[in-house]
């Protein structure tokens, strides 16, 4: 069974601009998680994904933004870009986000900002 | 918010049993025990999880004290491979089941 993919893995942007991430999820996962990862902060969790609709949401600015669609790929955006968005995004997919469901994480998207 | 306490840094020699111990005094009865481990820049791999008791899988095992206010993941013969930051983490249903990661333990395995 293919894994979580997550395109592209590298990216560089300039300051100001928007960029939008990519992640397939493994098939069958309706869930879809997205991470933060920094030197500074560590792993961060951004907000998760189900059946299209977002279903918990942590502690970011709203130029993070995602969605889900109906084969339950995802998107996220991050618009108006700052230096301090550099970092590794990282989606986890799982079946439904249970106590008890596994999350699988993609590679990571790397993005510098400059 | 992590609610749980890893050393920074431990060494294990190549072939010996790798014991990685994680606190989590303030875990509630319903909250499981997940362990994963970040290969340089690489996404978190999922190794294994428990409620209360002594779970084992091809990858390791994982031991929860009867109190689960702590536990310990057992790779039983580390290699080279295994040299990578483990991750252990509460999982709450009241923080809508999401992972919380830590700072986590950063395993050299030594030849």
């Known amino acids: 069974k293919a894994g979580v993919t997550q395109t592209p893995r590298y990216l560089i942007k300039t300051r100001g601009q928007q960029v939008t991430l990519s992640c397939s999820p493994i098939s069958g996962h309706r869930s879809v998680s997205w991470y933060q990862q920094t030197p500074g902060q560590g792993l961060q969790f951004l907000f998760e994904?189900?059946?299209?609709?977002?279903?918990n949401k942590g502690n970011f600015p709203g130029r993070f933004s995602g969605r889900q669609f109906s084969n339950s790929r995802s998107e996220m955006n991050v618009s108006t870009l700052e230096l301090g968005d550099s970092a590794l995004y990282l989606c986890a997919s799982s079946f439904g986000g249970a106590t008890t469901d596994t999350q699988y994480f993609g590679p990571g998207t790397r993005l510098t900002v400059l | 918010d992590a609610k749980t306490t890893q050393p920074t840094s431990m060494d294990c020699a190549e072939g010996r049993a790798a014991n990685l111990p994680c606190n989590h005094s303030t875990i509630s009865g319903n909250e499981y025990v997940y362990w994963y481990r970040q290969i340089h820049s690489q996404g978190p791999q999922y190794i294994i999880h428990?409620?209360?008791n002594n779970e084992t899988n091809e990858m390791a095992s994982l031991i929860i004290t009867e109190d689960r206010k702590s536990s310990t993941l057992i790779l039983p013969h580390a290699t080279l491979r295994d040299t990578a930051v483990y991750y252990c983490i509460v999982r709450a249903s009241n923080t809508g089941n999401q992972f919380y990661f830590g700072t986590g333990t950063s395993l050299t395995v030594i030849p």
């Open positions: 428990g409620l209360k």
């Open positions: 994904y189900f059946s299209e609709t977002q279903r």
